[in-house]
Nanobody, 118 residues
Framework: QVRLVESGGGLVQAGGSLRLSCAAS????????MGWYRQAPGKQRELVAS???????NDADSVKGRFTISRDNAKNTLYLQMNSLKPEDTAVYYC????????????WGQGTQVTVSS
């Protein structure tokens, strides 16, 4: 089992920055891919960015050049550095992990609220 706990959300003005953290515990060695998703009110949950075990990243077009995903394997922690925040970035941000031989186990954190004021 994998447990994910997010932190770092909050209220920020447009143009500001926040850094989200996701601490992973449990069967860490089984995790292959980690990522950040977000869900705004009335909208579907969407992928923000993901990173593989070897450090390959994938970013949504809406955050390219503004958000950076990274992971510290020694600390079992995933990060999302968010710069130049916009009101449309307001959402609950969820940490996610895929584990297992075929990435067939999906794990979610409880979510952290990010609110960007105009």
């Amino acid at each position: 089992q994998v447990r994910l706990v997010e932190s770092g959300g909050g209220l920020v003005q447009a143009g500001g920055s926040l850094r989200l953290s996701c601490a992973a515990s449990g069967s860490i060695s089984s995790i292959n891919v980690m990522g950040w998703y977000r869900q705004a009110p009335g909208k579907q949950r969407e992928l923000v960015a993901s990173i593989t075990r070897d450090g390959s990243t994938n970013d949504a077009d809406s955050v390219k050049g503004r958000f950076t995903i990274s992971r510290d394997n020694a600390k079992n922690t995933l990060y999302l550095q968010m710069n130049s925040l916009k009101p449309e970035d307001t959402a609950v941000y969820y940490c996610h992990a895929l584990s297992g031989l075929y990435n067939n186990y999906s794990h979610w954190g409880q979510g952290t609220q990010v609110t960007v004021s105009s």
